[in-house]
């Protein structure tokens, strides 16, 4: 049985990442910064540009240092900063 997250691309980091939503497989204990890099590594410096600004909520607890190591079936949110309100 293989671990998985869901990562949930919010705004901008959707449009950089090409698409909305997605499951991806986690390389043993991962954690949120490793993860980010391998999607910058995969798809390109756009997405490295957004990720850098965004919010990242691991099961609806924010991850600022990006340390957190996910566990299987876990839901990752990126959110670029939003304006107005």
Do not use: H, K, N, Y
Request: aromatic share 4%; net charge negative.
């Amino acid at each position: 049985m293989t671990a998985q997250v869901t990562v949930r691309w919010f705004a901008a980091a959707g449009e950089a990442a090409g698409r909305a939503e997605e499951v991806v497989e986690l390389d043993g204990a991962t954690t949120t910064g490793e993860l980010l890099a391998r999607a910058v590594a995969e798809r390109g410096e756009r997405l490295g540009r957004v990720v850098a600004a965004c919010s990242v909520l691991v099961d609806g607890t924010v991850d600022r240092d990006r340390t957190r190591v996910l566990e299987p079936g876990g839901t990752v949110d990126v959110l670029p900063p939003f304006a107005g309100g």
